[in-house]
Structure formats: structure tokens, C-alpha cells
Nanobody
């Protein structure tokens, strides 16, 4: 069983930066795609960024391209999300996910079909 634990959320002013981390508990997760999603009340969970098992492929939602950088440290089974130039519309609960599908496939995968989720970390961007 893979367990994912996010950290790094908080309150930041617009234009500021935060770095999220997601630590995976099991070594087998090193072969999985890892990804970030986010959700606001009343809306569906949406894709933010994904990183392939070896870190070689990274994909972003259009809304965060050029501002967010996703990366992973496979030796530590850790996924990161560096968020710069934050906007109030980035306010959400950010979730870490892991799944055997590719980093490009997870972008369009049904939320219900993704194998593992963390509990989420809240990011609030004030204007």
C-alpha cells in the first residue's frame, strides 16, 4: 500500500511563492507517475502537473505553465511543486497522486481511477 503525505501549504500574498512536497511511503512508488491536483469547494478536482517515474517527462495545466515547476527526487520518493507568482485563483487544496499510468495519461484519467491519493494540503493566496 502506497501512502502519500503532502506538506508545505499555507497562506501567502499574491505574487508570492510556496513549495509543496509529497513524500511517498513505499519504494514501489518510484516506478509510478506522480502528480499534483487541486480542488476548490464545489468544483471537480483538476490536474495541475505530473512527473514521469524517472523525472524525464513533466506536464502542466495551462493555468500554471511558466509559474509552477514540478520535480521529483526518486531516491527519496518525493514529489515537489514550486509555485511562483501565485494568484488568488490558485487558492485550493492541493493533492498528491500516484498511479502506474504515464505522466501524459494521468492528465485525462478519471479522478476515481487514480490509484493513490494524499490527504491534501491547503494553499491560500490573498489578494
Amino acid at each position: 500500500q502506497v501512502q502519500l503525505l503532502e506538506s508545505g501549504g499555507g497562506l501567502v500574498q499574491a505574487g508570492g511563492s510556496l513549495r509543496l512536497s509529497c513524500a511517498a511511503s513505499a519504494r514501489t512508488n518510484s516506478l509510478y507517475t506522480m502528480a499534483w491536483f487541486r480542488q476548490t469547494p464545489g468544483k471537480e478536482r483538476e490536474f495541475v502537473a505530473s512527473v514521469s517515474w524517472n523525472g524525464g517527462s513533466v506536464y502542466y495545466a495551462d493555468s500554471v505553465k511558466g509559474r509552477f515547476t514540478a520535480s521529483r527526487a526518486s531516491a527519496q520518493n518525493t514529489l515537489y511543486l514550486q509555485m511562483n507568482s501565485l494568484k488568488p485563483e490558485d487558492t485550493a487544496v492541493y493533492y498528491c497522486a500516484a498511479d502506474p499510468v504515464s505522466a501524459t495519461q494521468i492528465r485525462s484519467q478519471s479522478i476515481r481511477d487514480i490509484a493513490y491519493w494524499g490527504e491534501g494540503t491547503r494553499v491560500t493566496v490573498s489578494s
